[in-house]
């Protein structure tokens, strides 16, 4: 919790992280994981070794996100090997946005939808 509140380039801890703050190792809950998210640390001011990781998890609303996840590889060290995916459909492919609606899109995607939701990686760092 030091390392995210020190890292967080949001300035803030929330009411749970500042809670685990307080506790001392043995009264922390197990298991538990570490977990670096990009949306509140700014990867690429890590140390090599702040950025180590044993597993990275991806989530992105579109392919544009695809661009953004090559970014953040170069920035991990190691071979990466998928482990677990989940996506809209059974391959990975464009699907448009369903929240702001266009008729032209429907009949031609809509029915190979499986989930309404983000593409999901699962990486092992070998």
């Given at each position: 919790m030091k390392f995210l509140q020190g890292h967080n380039k949001l300035g803030w801890l929330d009411t749970r992280k500042s809670y685990l703050l307080s506790l001392n190792n043995d009264?922390?809950?197990?298991?538990?994981?570490?977990?670096?998210?990009?949306?509140f640390v700014e990867i690429s001011s890590l140390s090599r070794e702040e950025r180590r990781a044993d597993y990275i998890f991806v989530a992105f609303y579109d392919l544009e996100g695809e661009k953004t996840r090559k970014e953040f590889f170069e920035l991990i060290e190691g071979e990466k090997e998928l482990i677990f995916k989940i996506y809209p459909t059974a391959s990975k492919?464009?699907?448009?946005e369903l929240i702001n609606y266009q008729p032209h899109f429907l009949p031609a995607t809509l029915f190979k939808i499986k989930y309404i939701g983000p593409y999901v990686e699962v990486y092992k760092v070998i």
């Open positions: 009264k922390y809950p197990e298991p538990n994981y570490f977990v670096v998210n990009p949306a492919e464009e699907v448009r």
